[in-house]
């Protein structure tokens, strides 16, 4: 009875008290997210500054991998701009965003360039798959706009729609689906695409690997082209690989807990953690930067420049199948 009283109380997120006010566990909340979106924010700014400082191709004309660099790091640098606004709000005021429309308005790209980031490194789980048992490259289109448009287009539909039917508010500890009137838009949102991209990254990312291994036993016995098709379809596997287990790392803590919060109260200092790792994605887009970069760099050293028409295959836009001199660095 009393519960069905305190549900007919509460109207919105702003009914809901501030996430870890009353236990003294606000702080040990915000100040690591924090500390993590800054340090996300420098790494993410580094890295793209640093693909165009090292590049004298056109954006397009760049390896895929070095593409999706730069794409999850305007993702994860977009995010933590925003993010860090509603977290530096509720540490100086010690209370949900105001005014209303603030909140919906930080909600609304998080809401976008997380769900981007999500479907864009669900793009090269596949590709990784494609490569190793198709022996071929998924097209992204001219410009990446079939990439673009189903990364960036299909969370913004999505987020428009949370927006007009009022989904997006205070959640507790910051802004994304507001806790009372978004709690099941949330479900649908979050935890069930979270989930279900994580399972399908697993199971290529594994699926992967596994083929990578036994192929890499039979090669040694291979002479000729083939093998060095296989080979090089291995190396650019493992490179978009990267950005899966960077995902994993990124967001298993978010899977988790979305799921649980369902069916149990969540310890807050799990909930820490959680704030902590899907806060760290510019760190962790640095490494894969820093390992395609090495890649790259040793790549462009041991080989004589190419043609144009071999750049351009190098970028994954004109040619789709398996080219043996180009295969380890067209992604």
């Known amino acids: 009875m009393d519960n069905e009283r305190t549900q007919s109380v509460l ?123 198709l022996q071929k490259q998924f097209k992204l289109g001219k410009y990446d706009w079939k990439l673009l448009l189903y990364t960036f287009g299909v969370p913004f539909v999505l987020s428009v729609c949370a927006v007009n039917f009022g989904y997006y508010g205070p959640s507790g500890s910051y802004c994304y689906f507001d806790g009372v009137k978004g709690a099941f838009a949330n479900i649908f949102f979050t935890t069930v695409p979270m989930t279900v991209v994580l399972v399908i990254n697993v199971v290529l990312y594994v699926m992967t690997w596994w083929k990578i291994h036994t192929e890499s036993k039979r090669i040694k016995t291979m002479l000729g082209n083939e093998a060095q098709t296989i080979r090089a379809s291995h190396k650019a596997a493992k490179l978009m690989s990267l950005f899966v287990t960077a995902f994993f790392v990124q967001w298993w803590a978010l899977g988790i807990i979305s799921v649980w919060q369902n069916f149990a109260v969540v310890p807050q200092q799990f909930f820490t953690v959680v704030v902590m790792f899907t806060n760290l994605g510019g760190v962790l887009n640095g490494i894969v930067y820093i390992i395609i970069k090495r890649r790259r760099d040793r790549n462009y050293s041991s080989k004589p420049l190419k043609s144009s028409s071999q750049m351009s295959a190098d970028s994954g836009i004109s040619n789709s199948t398996t080219n043996v001199s180009v295969i380890d660095t067209q992604i």
Not at 31 to 46: Q, T
Not at 78 to 85: C, D, E, I, P
Request: glycine share 4%.
């Open 11 to 133: 109207q919105d997120g702003y009914d809901l008290p501030v996430y870890g006010l009353d236990t003294g566990w606000f702080l040990y909340i915000h100040v690591p997210a924090l500390c993590c979106i800054f340090l996300s924010l420098f790494c993410a700014s580094a890295v793209i500054i640093a693909s165009f400082r090292s590049q004298t191709r056109p954006f397009f004309s760049w390896m895929r991998s070095e593409r999706f660099v730069v794409y999850l790091s305007m993702c994860d640098a977009l995010f933590n701009v925003t993010h860090s606004m509603d977290h530096l709000q509720m540490v100086i005021t010690k209370d949900h965003v105001y005014p209303e429309e603030l909140c919906e308005f930080y909600s609304f790209f998080i809401g976008e360039f997380v769900s981007a980031q999500l479907l864009m490194t669900n793009v090269a789980a596949v590709n990784a798959f494609g490569l190793i048992y």
